[in-house]
């Protein structure tokens, strides 16, 4: 008999492990794999808001890796985004892509992306069998993402695989290929949109060239792709997370059925319970700092891991229990200081949206193969399904 796999355990559910870990302290060094150099883990809630919002963790992978040689071959448009840059390069680079996600702006989008739910959905029959991650949770935020932009329908498929392979876990050259193939397919889509300007995203930040932001090539292809890769990629696991959160517990589900108005107040504590992010990207201490009563030295990296934040019990009583009568707006789901998502209203429309056809389509949807048989992906920092097969 094989001894179980302590990774696809993990997988499955990290949450008592980052109690464990929580418990013990909730700032602790750990191995960084077998370099012998540490990182620092932070588990706390307390601790993680702290870290998010501190200035003194930087997100400047450039310098943090400038002496340190070769590491990887990310493209620099994927390896220096808006992400990994600090104000006041981050603050010029945010102004330009806020206008796209404010709620007036997501508002006006919410038509569209009930179509495209319905049209996804129009394919399911009841008493059928499918599986909502590839039917409904990852075509949706590629629709969706990819139509703000103006990326041409007949790519949409390839921008997802890509986008996959980007996060892939243990798999560095499949990532650096990756990004360098849909950064060389960026650059080509605002060349050609160049001579042919339309009213996308992408065409205002193209305009922002030569405003008075001066936004670079480079910065154009970085922001991008970002906003492609990320702007679907999280949402794909909201949605899936979500939904088989409410399968396994069925009277919170049944509540949401009985009062779909309780939709926007639930996906808080929906994300809490069970975020897409499982661990913040990349931060590193620019000078010593305490936190959480833990010395940490300048020079070294910093993980916030996000889905043991919104565990602790010292924030969240009873953590573990699903209560969609929680107020839990104080998750950190979406990140926390300058950094927080800032396509989080956009997330939540579609995750409002989907949830709300689904069970209003599909009262009777129900798991259609145990729990603990599920496939999650092997994923760096997000945490997703392979698939949800729910019987509907």
């Known amino acids: ?28 060094a750990v191995a960084s794999g077998s370099s012998g150099r540490h990182s620092y883990l932070v588990t706390g809630y307390a601790e993680a808001r702290q870290a998010l919002g501190d200035s003194r963790l930087s997100k400047d992978t450039a310098v943090f890796f400038a002496d340190k040689g070769p590491q990887r071959r990310l493209h620099p448009a994927v390896a220096h985004t808006m992400l990994a840059s600090d104000p006041p390069r981050h603050t010029r680079l945010r102004r330009l892509v806020t206008g796209a996600f404010t709620s007036g702006a997501v508002a006006g989008l919410r038509p569209f992306i009930t179509r495209l739910t319905d049209q996804l959905l129009d394919r399911w029959s009841r008493g059928s069998e499918v599986d909502l991650v590839a039917g409904l949770a990852v075509p949706l935020p590629v629709l969706v993402i990819c139509e703000l932009l103006g990326v041409p329908a007949e790519d949409r498929p390839q921008v997802r695989r890509w986008s996959a392979e980007l996060f892939a876990a243990g798999e560095p050259a ?16 605002i060349a050609s949109r160049r001579s042919r300007r339309g ?19 480079e910065e154009l292809v970085s922001l991008a792709v970002l906003l492609l890769v990320a702007g679907h990629e999280t949402t794909t696991h909201f949605l899936g997370n979500s939904v088989l959160a409410l399968l396994r517990h069925p009277a919170e589900l049944e509540r949401l059925r009985g009062d779909p108005g309780m939709i926007p107040r639930a996906l808080d504590e929906l994300l809490r319970f069970d975020a897409p ?23 070294v990296p910093v993980l916030v891991a996000i889905g043991a934040a919104n565990r602790d019990p010292d924030r969240f009583p009873a953590p573990d229990v699903l209560n969609l009568e929680r107020d839990a707006t104080a998750h950190l789901g979406f990140g926390h200081g300058i950094h927080r998502c800032v396509g989080a209203s956009l997330a939540k429309a579609e995750a409002h ?3 709300h056809a689904v069970l209003t389509r599909f009262p009777g949807i129900r798991l259609a193969v145990p729990a603990d048989r599920l496939e999650w992906r092997r994923t760096r920092l997000v945490r997703g399904l392979a698939s949800l097969p729910v019987r509907l």
Do not use: K, W
Not at 8 to 18: I, L
Not at 200 to 212: H, K, N
Not at 282 to 288: D, N
């Open 199 to 217: 009213d996308s995203l992408l065409d205002r930040l193209i305009s922002a060239c030569d405003g008075e932001d001066r936004l670079t090539e």
């Open 1 to 28: 008999m094989n001894a179980p796999d302590p990774h696809s355990q993990f997988a499955r559910d990290p949450y008592p492990a980052y109690a464990a870990m929580r418990g013990e302290c909730p700032v602790q």
């Open 277 to 299: 992010v499982s661990t913040s990207t990349f931060r590193f201490s620019t000078e010593a700092i305490t936190l959480g009563g833990t010395e940490i030295p300048a020079g």
């Open 353 to 355: 949206i989907a949830l």
């Open 174 to 189: 499949r990532a650096d290929a990756a990004s360098h193939a849909v950064a060389a397919y960026m650059s080509g889509l």
